[in-house]
């Protein structure tokens, strides 16, 4: 289980995180909701430890994660899959999952290769392709990919739907559900609440850095200030 309590993050003197406590249950998707700013690219940064909360707890199975750094806790198998899909555009499909297992020695590698391939088969499809070719969707794609590489056992997903095609919308989010069954637990960020809380099993909802509401996804989608405010009515 992986635990934030109470966490505060400032950039100089903006107060970006004001006291937030999340949880991520082994083998569970959370969504995190909020609109522009609020401050949820901020926490997934937080636990991949990009930045450094000025206090605030952050565990993960009951031990302390503030001392690690980026790169330990990339080895825990904390992967964040960031926003705006940042894939090496001049180098091909196949050159950028391998980046996802850089820190890898283990013999899985080539497994997983294929694990990623039936997950997305477009990206066997266009293997020697050069990444900044391919459609936002599929780099999207590839950008998950990518991060399965680096054989997670939590996923942090910052905005997988951005800007994408409603249909590879539901194809990548189909997908999500079926990394999470393959055992992966996930933290979703998401502006698009309806789609995210459909594949959810909780959800927080984050406002001026601080979680405004949470609960079951079920109850969330049915929460009449969540419908007004995220689900269009
Ligand atoms: N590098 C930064 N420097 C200063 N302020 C930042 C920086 N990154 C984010 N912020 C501010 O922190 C707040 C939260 O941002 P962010 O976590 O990106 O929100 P979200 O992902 O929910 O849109 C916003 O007010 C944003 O302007
Ligand atoms: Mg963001």
Redesign the pocket.
């Known amino acids: 289980m992986l635990q934030l309590t109470d966490v505060h993050v400032y ?2 003197h ?1 107060h ?1 995180l004001r006291g937030v406590s999340l949880k991520i249950d082994d083998g569970k998707i959370v969504s995190l909701l ?10 997934l ?1 937080m636990i991949s430890r990009l930045v450094q909360p000025k206090s605030g707890s952050y565990q993960i199975d009951g031990k302390t994660m503030l001392k690690e750094s980026p790169s330990r806790i990339v080895k825990r198998g904390i992967i964040h899959c960031p ?1 705006n899909r940042r894939v090496f555009p001049t180098f091909t499909v196949e050159e950028n999952l391998k980046i996802g297992a850089y820190k890898r020695k283990d013999k899985k590698i080539k497994s997983d290769f294929e694990k990623v391939f039936s997950y997305f088969p477009r990206l066997k499809e266009r293997l020697n392709q050069k990444a900044g070719t391919l459609s936002g969707g599929e780099q999207q794609m590839l950008a998950i990919g990518r991060s399965l590489m680096g054989d997670p056992n939590v996923l942090l997903l ?1 905005e997988p739907s951005l800007g994408i095609a409603p249909n590879l919308v539901i194809e990548i989010f189909e997908i999500i559900k079926e990394i999470n069954k393959d055992g992966t637990s996930v933290l979703l ?1 998401e502006q698009n609440a309806n789609v995210a809380l459909a594949i959810s099993d909780y959800g927080y909802v ?1 406002e001026n ?1 601080h979680v405004a509401l949470e609960g079951n996804s079920k109850n969330l989608k049915n929460n009449d200030e969540v419908r007004r405010l995220y689900l269009g009515g």
């Not at 909020?34 to 926490?43: D, E, I, P, V, Y």
């Open positions: 950039y100089g903006v970006a909020g609109g522009n700013g609020a401050g949820k690219s901020t926490t940064k926003e910052d960020v984050l850095g």
